[in-house]
């Protein structure tokens, strides 16, 4: 049987990437709609990883946010910032 805590994680995850990835559009949280988006991303970021928690044991879904989260905002910021990451910190994430 499928555990929901995947799910959840999913979308903890995903909410996890969308706010960090948006920070740096919040100009110091001076622009209200990024500003909006980061706080609500990251408000459904932490209750969705609490439902998470709840069904998968705590090492296993923070190794596993903390893991996707890296290589997704790394992924993110080449795309929205055009940030290129070197090789060092490649081969740090190909260790993760």
């Known amino acids: 049987m499928f555990n ?3 799910l959840w ?3 903890s995850i995903g909410s996890e990437i969308t ?3 948006m920070i740096k559009k919040t100009n110091g949280f ?9 706080v ?4 459904l ?13 705590v090492g296993v879904a923070y190794s596993l946010w903390c893991g996707f ?17 070197d090789i060092p910190a490649i081969l ?4 993760i």
Do not use: E
């Not at 989260?69 to 990451?85: A, D, E, F, N």
């Open 92 to 95: 740090a994430m190909v260790l």
């Open 69 to 85: 989260g890296i290589v997704g905002v790394t992924i993110c910021s080449m795309i929205l910032y055009k940030q290129k990451p």
């Open 40 to 43: 609500f991303a990251y408000g």
């Open 30 to 38: 001076s622009k209200l709609a990024p500003s909006v988006l980061v």
């Open 19 to 21: 706010g960090t990835s």
């Open 4 to 6: 929901l805590g995947f």
């Open 45 to 57: 970021c932490y209750f969705a990883l609490t439902r998470a928690m709840s069904t998968i044991p």
């Open 9 to 11: 994680l999913a979308l």
